[in-house]
């Protein structure tokens, strides 16, 4: 069987995490932890980064900053991953979902302001599949609207827009390192803050509403309980395993972009004679290759396809399922119908991607969804 995803370890990972064991201090903020801290905010310029220990993690911390409270209003994809509407959600927020736009699956930013009440106090972008999310509009409303924007960047390390690194846009952003991702740690997530005014109280949320890091930096003689918070630190452990990773990123995003191009060269005729949708890249927007799908024309042929795929030992996987339409949510809904949602939800397939993927397997792959839609 060619599997979905397999995490790929560059060889450093081990040696780092006996350097931390050995370094005795393994819980965190240890020095792996600062290292990759210092690497986000040098690599992509983001002014301040705070390791968490998942992408749900930072957006949860991302919900306490702006004072999410019930009754607010948060707008975010309805095709996205449940953390996005969890992290509002927990704080009593009501979520508003936006529908997808016909090229791709992320929010159909011109029907953003329609959604936007007196109550609406932030958009969450999600930049799926790594491709950026048409920020200028949406930094737009939120000026408009004096909103607060969170990029749920969970998919777009070392993705950009008009060369602006995504994460590094809104006010905050979040991002995975889960090892479905291209940069992983197993688990592990990171909170951006681009709004300094969150900073110093981000750092205390993070240490369960202590000022803790202000006291070994010497700042304050004593520290104590100030604020709501939780435990959100990563232990320096996973924070090693990250850092031999982010080393190595260059390699591993060269690596999956060339997997990324095989398949749309191999599968555009296809694409080309109308049998499937291949993925559209905005001329604003980089691909970091987080993903390779492919859209079919309804859920039956989909299903076929996935189960022609499983015959074949070759693992392909659909994605989300609509938020608006989940057990949870779909009576808190507001009735709209959401028909670009649906349809990714009913005919998105996901292509194995990951960086031990050979050339050969590649061509089965392609070869064997040629061979279903050519009959």
Known sequence: MIPFNKPYFTGKETTYIEEAVKSMKISGDGMFTKKCHTYFETAYEFKKCLLTTSCTDALEMAAILIDIQPGDEVIIPSYTFVSTANAFVLRGAKIVFADSGKDNPNMDTSSLEALITQRTKAIVPVHYAGIACDMDSIMALANKYNLFVIEDAAQAIDSYYKGKPLGGIGHLAAFSFHETKNIISGEGGLLVIND??????????????????????????????????????????????????????????????????????????????????????????????HMFYLVTANLEERTRLIAHLKQKDIQTVFHYLSLHKSPYYESKHDGRNLAMADFYTDTLVRLPLFYELTEEEINYITAEIVRFYNG
């Open 196 to 289: 300094l005014q969150f900073a110093k109280r981000a750092e205390i949320i993070r240490e369960k509403g202590t000022n803790r890091s202000q006291f070994f930096r010497g700042e304050v003689d004593k520290y104590g309980w100030v604020d709501v918070g939780s435990s959100f630190l990563p232990s320096d452990i996973i924070s090693a395993v990250l850092y031999a990773q982010l080393e190595n990123k260059e390699q591993i995003q060269e690596k999956r972009k060339n997997i990324w191009q095989q398949y749309f060269k191999q599968l555009l005729p296809l694409s080309n004679a109308g049998k499937l949708k291949l993925p559209m890249i905005p001329d604003y927007a980089t691909n970091n290759a």
